[in-house]
């Protein structure tokens, strides 16, 4: 179970860079405000739910060994 948390954690935090640089790039090219705010706030999100996958992973490891 600890493998699974480990591999969707890995999985969300590429997902949370994909879209902080999907964000850099919007901000560069001088996009809509309203995208802007919008990805801001998915990587909020992703962020969140990275961090809980991770707690996860950390408690099933302890409680294997």
Do not use: H
């Not at 990805?39 to 809980?52: C, E, G, S």
């Amino acid at each position: 179970m600890s493998t699974l948390f480990n591999i969707l954690s890995i999985l969300v935090m590429v997902a949370v860079v994909f879209v902080l640089i999907r964000g850099l790039i919007n901000m560069m090219r001088g996009g809509s405000g309203n995208t802007s705010n919008k990805l801001m706030q998915a990587r909020v999100a992703l962020q969140f739910v990275a961090v809980i996958f991770i707690v996860l992973a950390l408690y099933y490891a302890k409680s294997q060994s």
